[in-house]
């Protein structure tokens, strides 16, 4: 079956730790993306990449880390410099460039910081 | 500066009725729109998307408005069932595959 696979589904934290978040997908998209969601702001966008060893800034990058190493993985890495972690953080996937924007997101993980 | 605008946290409608959720969006760059539906701790799934060379698109019980002159977009959905009860997101993006811009989400609930 196809689709986005998020791992964890919940993280706890200590303050200073880097954590990093898993994301897959067997879609053979192009495109993938990372948000954060906080009550009350809807989704925000941390970075997104549109081709392999790319990726650009979102609206909220700060104290976050990417890598686009290979097509089907981005992983989002939450550094002891993000000041406010705990949130739901979400991961998706489109076919990118010349296609619809229509994206495919995964379950999300819970991030909490203790 | 919120670019996708939803200003209605919040919603109910009697089951059977019609559900108008809104949008507003401020890029003029914006030529793809779309709408997605949240339930708690699930991410969102895609419902209807429509481009600006459009007014209207409809998918069964749910239909898109876009007035690019006013910046605005709703959704419709009629008639409305339990079942619709989630967090509706508005969407938009440039070129339809460049970043995706969400608004704050309004909270259906429809009552059986």
């Known amino acids: 079956d196809g689709g986005i696979t998020q791992s964890p589904k919940y993280l706890f934290r200590k303050e200073g730790q880097n954590v990093t978040l898993s994301c897959e997908q067997n879609?053979?998209?192009?495109?993938m993306y990372w948000y954060r969601q906080d009550p009350g702001q809807g989704l925000r966008l941390i970075y997104y990449?549109?081709?392999?060893?790319?990726?650009q800034k979102g609206d909220i990058a700060e104290g976050y880390s990417v890598s686009r190493e290979k097509k089907e993985s981005f992983p989002l890495t939450v550094t002891s410099a993000q000041k406010n972690p705990t949130a739901f953080y979400l991961c998706?996937?489109?076919f990118g460039q010349g296609r619809t924007g229509e994206l495919f997101f995964g379950e999300g993980s819970r991030l909490t910081v203790l | 500066d919120q670019q996708v605008k939803q200003n209605s946290p919040s919603l109910s409608v009697q089951e059977g009725r019609i559900s108008i959720l809104n949008c507003d969006y401020t890029?003029?760059?914006?030529?793809?729109f779309l709408w997605y539906k949240k339930y708690p701790a699930e991410g969102p799934t895609f419902l209807i998307s429509?481009?600006?060379?459009?007014d209207k698109n409809e998918d069964g019980r749910f239909t898109v408005f876009l007035n690019k002159s006013a910046k605005h977009l709703s959704l419709h959905i009629v008639p409305s069932q339990p079942g619709d009860s989630a967090v509706y997101f508005c969407?938009?993006?440039?070129?339809?595959?460049?970043?995706?811009?969400f608004g704050t989400g309004t909270k259906l609930q429809v009552i059986p």
């Open positions: 998706a996937s489109s």
């Open positions: 879609l053979n998209h192009d495109a």
């Open positions: 990449s549109q081709i392999v060893n790319d990726f």
């Open positions: 890029n003029s760059m914006f030529d793809y």
């Open positions: 429509i481009s600006s060379i459009k």
């Open positions: 969407a938009a993006s440039v070129g339809g595959y460049q970043k995706v811009t």
